[in-house]
Each structure stands twice: as structure tokens, then as C-alpha cells.
């Protein structure tokens, strides 16, 4: 059985970013690549305990080079760096699921660690056929078309929330609890470990009931509405030419096949 494990770095214990920036601005960044290391590992032991052959790590928070690889479970390989053609290469209908660690709130929801989808900088929100979506969704999509079910998704408690609402048969474990885009009441790190590891367990587990996850899916064709920050960046989209109409002065709008297509 194989499985992957995709990991960003806002959402493990005891990260917040800085009042004004990003994560990657904040003197909390050096500890939240440690603690995304050390929940990815434990999802990936949880999931060869549970009787794994392969497990593939993705290092998705910004440029893709943020765990300390040597920190890992030696069973595993390791997709890391940007630029790839398509996102999660090597992912494909072989593989029985994928976890989501240390994801983060969308956009436009109050009171959670570094809320955002994509870019904090550009984006006001994304909304695929009218509904609000955030990373979780779209890389679930992505994964889904493969015919991948997300089997655990580990974030604050407004993205486990966000996760039961878009995916209710998946496993979750709620690292902190958010009280603001910079502030949380945070699970030890050692213990949200723990909880990782067992929750990975238990899905890879569950896996193995037929249907016990469905993969998630957008209908095909889709229209992606983006809201940028500033008017101009929604201007310079729209003027591209590759697809994307004006829909007002911030937002813009794009009829594609699949979500693969926007990346
Ligand atoms: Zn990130």
C-alpha cells in the first residue's frame, strides 16, 4: 500500500507568524520547519505501521524546501523544490491515500493561524462554482482526480473544522486552537507528535476497508473565481489572454477542464 503525505508549515503546534508578515517573516519560521519534520514523520511511521510499502513526502510550504529531510523515517522519499509541470508528481491512481500536515484555514476565515489560499499577498479568496475554497479543497481535488482519497488532514481547529466540512469520513487531529491570525493556545509539540502518529495509523488502517474514503472531486468542467488584493494584479491576470475574463475590478474568472489546469 502506498501513501503520500503533503506538508505545508503554518498549520503545526505552536506555530504563529509575525504581526505585519508572513510565516516565512516570523521568528516562529526556524521552529515551524522543525515541528512540520518532525508531524510529517510521525504521519509516515503511523502509516507504514498501519502496513504502508511506500511513503512519499511532498514539502509544499512556499518554494519547497523547508523539512529537515534527514529527520525523516528512512523508508521514505522526499518531492521537494518548485517548478514542477504539474502539482504532486508521482502521485498517481497506485497510491490508497494522502495526508494533508500542518494545512491552514482558507481565506476569509476569522480567527485562524495565517488564514490564506496560495498567496496571503495576492488573494482575497477562490471560489470554485460559486463555493469558497481554500488549499485543503484544491489539493484534495487535484489528489481526487487521480482517483487519491485524503484520508487525514492536521491543522488549527478552524482548519479541521474547514476539513470536516469538505471531507467528513476523514481522520483529523487539531494541533492548536486559533484565536487570531497571529496567536493560538497550541498543543505541546511533542504531544501533537503523538496524536499524529496515531491518527495516520488509524487512517492507513481505515484504508484498507474498500470505500472507506472516496476520493474528492469537482465537477468537470469548473469556473475558478479568484479575488485578488489589488485591482492591478486582477487587471494583469485578465489581460494575459490564457482564459481569465474580468468579473469586476478584483476579481477574475476562468471556465477550465479540470483544477490541474491552474497550476
Ligand atoms: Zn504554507
Given at each position: 500500500?502506498?501513501?503520500?503525505?503533503?506538508?505545508?508549515?503554518?498549520?503545526?503546534?505552536?506555530?504563529?507568524?509575525?504581526?505585519?508578515?508572513?510565516?516565512?517573516?516570523?521568528?516562529?519560521?526556524?521552529?515551524?520547519?522543525?515541528?512540520?519534520?518532525?508531524?510529517?514523520?510521525?504521519?509516515?511511521?503511523?502509516?507504514f505501521d498501519?502496513?504502508?510499502?511506500?511513503?512519499?513526502?511532498?514539502d509544499y510550504?512556499?518554494?519547497?524546501?523547508?523539512?529537515?529531510?534527514?529527520?525523516?523515517?528512512?523508508?521514505?522519499?522526499?518531492?521537494?523544490?518548485?517548478?514542477?509541470?504539474?502539482?504532486?508528481?508521482?502521485?498517481?491512481?497506485?497510491?490508497?491515500?494522502?495526508?494533508?500536515?500542518?494545512?491552514?484555514?482558507?481565506?476569509?476565515?476569522?480567527?485562524?493561524?495565517?488564514?490564506?489560499?496560495?498567496?496571503?499577498?495576492?488573494?482575497?479568496?477562490?471560489?470554485?462554482?460559486?463555493?469558497?475554497?481554500?488549499?485543503?479543497?484544491?489539493?484534495?481535488?487535484?489528489?481526487?482526480?487521480?482517483?487519491?482519497?485524503?484520508?487525514?488532514?492536521?491543522?488549527?481547529?478552524?482548519?479541521?473544522?474547514?476539513?470536516?466540512?469538505?471531507?467528513?469520513?476523514?481522520?483529523?487531529?487539531?494541533?492548536?486552537?486559533?484565536?487570531?491570525?497571529?496567536?493560538?493556545?497550541?498543543?505541546?509539540?511533542?504531544?501533537?507528535?503523538?496524536?499524529?502518529?496515531?491518527?495516520?495509523?488509524?487512517?492507513?488502517?481505515?484504508?484498507?476497508?474498500?470505500?472507506?474514503?472516496?476520493?474528492?472531486?469537482?465537477?468537470?468542467?469548473?469556473?475558478?473565481?479568484?479575488?485578488?488584493?489589488?485591482?492591478?494584479?486582477?487587471?494583469?491576470?485578465?489581460?494575459?489572454?490564457?482564459?481569465?475574463?474580468?468579473?469586476?475590478?478584483?476579481t477574475v474568472?476562468?471556465?477550465?477542464?479540470?483544477?490541474?489546469?491552474?497550476?
Amino acid at each position: 500500500m502506498k501513501f503520500a503525505v503533503a506538508v505545508d508549515c503554518e498549520g503545526p503546534a505552536c506555530v504563529v507568524g509575525n504581526a505585519g508578515g508572513t510565516l516565512n517573516d516570523s521568528v516562529n519560521y526556524e521552529f515551524a520547519k522543525k515541528q512540520a519534520t518532525r508531524e510529517a514523520d510521525a504521519a509516515a511511521r503511523g502509516l507504514f505501521d498501519a502496513g504502508a510499502t511506500h511513503v512519499l513526502v511532498y514539502d509544499y510550504h512556499g518554494g519547497g524546501l523547508n523539512l529537515d529531510y534527514d529527520r525523516l523515517d528512512t523508508r521514505v522519499d522526499i518531492a521537494l523544490g518548485s517548478g514542477s509541470a504539474h502539482r504532486f508528481p508521482g502521485l498517481d491512481g497506485s497510491f490508497a491515500g494522502i495526508c494533508f500536515v500542518g494545512y491552514h484555514a482558507m481565506d476569509n476565515t476569522a480567527d485562524a493561524v495565517i488564514a490564506h489560499t496560495f498567496s496571503s499577498k495576492t488573494y482575497q479568496g477562490m471560489k470554485v462554482n460559486g463555493r469558497e475554497v481554500g488549499e485543503m479543497a484544491v489539493d484534495a481535488a487535484i489528489a481526487g482526480g487521480r482517483g487519491v482519497p485524503v484520508i487525514l488532514i492536521t491543522s488549527d481547529d478552524k482548519g479541521t473544522a474547514e476539513a470536516q466540512r469538505f471531507f467528513p469520513d476523514i481522520e483529523t487531529v487539531t494541533t492548536k486552537t486559533s484565536y487570531g491570525y497571529n496567536t493560538a493556545v497550541s498543543m505541546h509539540p511533542a504531544r501533537a507528535v503523538e496524536a499524529i502518529y496515531a491518527a495516520a495509523k488509524k487512517a492507513g488502517q481505515r484504508a484498507k476497508e474498500r470505500g472507506a474514503f472516496r476520493p474528492f472531486t469537482f465537477p468537470s468542467p469548473l469556473t475558478l473565481e479568484v479575488r485578488h488584493k489589488r485591482i492591478e494584479t486582477a487587471q494583469g491576470d485578465s489581460r494575459r489572454g490564457n482564459g481569465w475574463e474580468r468579473v469586476d475590478a478584483y476579481t477574475v474568472r476562468r471556465r477550465m477542464e479540470s483544477i490541474e489546469d491552474y497550476f
